[in-house]
């Protein structure tokens, strides 16, 4: 037959897998080994403007789910070697404290299958035939109570910059994603200068906008592949993928020189200020996230030691 044909070369992975996350648009995964089904439900999930990526097997759903860290799973019961129910296990032991909405689907539709699902972890059970506006609505429903776990969970009320919480999630990703890449990556740690001093002169609101201001100038500054995280009061992570040391101690030597000439205003009193900065390249992907930032605090630390307005490796 043509069609099987065709299909044949894409065996356990449909289509093209999106290659990095574009923007804000969700990323659904969509595993069954119905192959026709799973291109025709591709499609329509796409012409909703969500990215999808489609597995046949439990195995390669399993890989490209840690690779890609999907926003909502739909997963059918019956695959071929492992079910369903082994892939749902296996993402539900990693979610963690993350949300990812997880959908069930199957012909199988007896109660002894639904709560079996409900049972693993499942946040939803569609029945097969798949009545596509139904479950187009019910994804999109899904979708927004992730983006609104995300959005209260994972970003800094004050700075809407990443908050420390994520960091840990992130920093699990960003060292497997290193692995993948066979890359390193370097983390920085960003500490405001007699911070303190800005409270005390202008007081904890004027403090605050230039903690909100000192964000935004980071992000704008940091490329799309890098990421900021506000650490603690006016402490800065950020993970560099793919650079060298040197590189990052001249990126944040420029972004450090353009800080310090932005005129901060009160009233009519006007200000700058530094900041200085620790790095440490993670060569070895076995390093823990509290040893990383220790090693880049200390880096600080010297740098606050030798005078301030400067970055130490
Ligand atoms: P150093 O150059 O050694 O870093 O000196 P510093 O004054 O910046 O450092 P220190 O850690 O002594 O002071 C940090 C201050 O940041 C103390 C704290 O009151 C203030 N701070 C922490 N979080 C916030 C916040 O959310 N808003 C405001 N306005 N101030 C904050
Ligand atoms: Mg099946
Ligand atoms: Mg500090
Ligand atoms: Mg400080």
Known sequence: MEISYEYEHF???????????DGDAPLIQIIDDDISLLIFLKDKLE?????????????????????????CIIIDINLPEQSGFEVLSVI?????????????????????????????GADDFIEKPIDVEEFLIRVERHLERKKIFDQSVLIDELTQVYNRKFLKDSYSRFISDMARLNSNGTIAVLDIDYFKRVNDTYGHIVGDKVLMEFAQFLKRSIRSTDTLFRYGG????????RATETEIKEVLERMLEEFSQIDFKDGEQTFRLTFSAGIYRIENKEIGLHSAIKTADEALYLAKESGRARVET
Not at 11 to 21: A, Q, S, V, Y
Not at 56 to 61: L, N, P, V, W
């Open 92 to 120: 539900q032991k990693h979610t963690n404290r993350a949300f990812i909405p997880k959908i069930m689907c199957s012909i199988k539709t007896d109660r002894e299958s639904r709560i079996e699902a409900y049972k693993k």
């Open 234 to 241: 006016e402490e800065f992570v950020i993970l560099f993928q």
């Open 47 to 71: 012409s909703k403007g969500w990215m999808v990526i489609a597995n046949t097997t439990a195995e390669k759903a399993i890989e490209q789910y840690y690779n890609m860290h999907p926003d």
């Open 11 to 21: 065996h356990e992975e449909i289509g093209k897998t999106p290659d990095l996350r």
